[in-house]
Nanobody
Framework: QAQLVESGGGLVQAGGSLRLSCAAS????????MGWFRQAPGKEREFVAG????????YYADSVKGRFTISRDNAKNTVYLQMNSLKAEDPAVYYC??????????????????WGQGTQVTVSS
């Protein structure tokens, strides 16, 4: 059974940085789109960033563009989210997800087939 496990969340001061990791197991995700989403209390889950494994294209939500960077290590079956210049609006549970049906990044969470359990990111002012 395929599994995604996030790590790296925590508490950071505004303006600080965190790097989230998502380790995939149970199958090879090297040909699938991987995405990061986040969900704050009382809000819908929203797309943050996505990367197409085989062609390396990455896409970002406007709210994180220029601050967050998604990357992947195919050999380790792991995807990362480097988050810099964290702001008060960034706190949420961050989820890693895999879309097995396409090689093109899509921002709609319903398109994704596997999800991790989430990791909490908290930003203090």
């Amino acid at each position: 059974q395929a599994q995604l496990v996030e790590s790296g969340g925590g508490l950071v001061q505004a303006g600080g940085s965190l790097r989230l990791s998502c380790a995939a197991s149970g199958r090879t995700f090297s040909t699938y789109v991987m995405g990061w989403f986040r969900q704050a209390p009382g809000k819908e889950r929203e797309f943050v960033a996505g990367i197409s494994w085989n062609i390396g294209s990455s896409y970002y939500a406007d709210s994180v563009k220029g601050r967050f960077t998604i990357s992947r290590d195919n050999a380790k079956n792991t995807v990362y989210l480097q988050m810099n210049s964290l702001k008060a609006e960034d706190p949420a549970v961050y989820y890693c997800a895999a879309d097995l049906a396409t090689i093109v990044v899509v921002p709609n969470p319903v398109e994704y087939d596997y999800w991790g359990q989430g990791t909490q990111v908290t930003v203090s002012s």
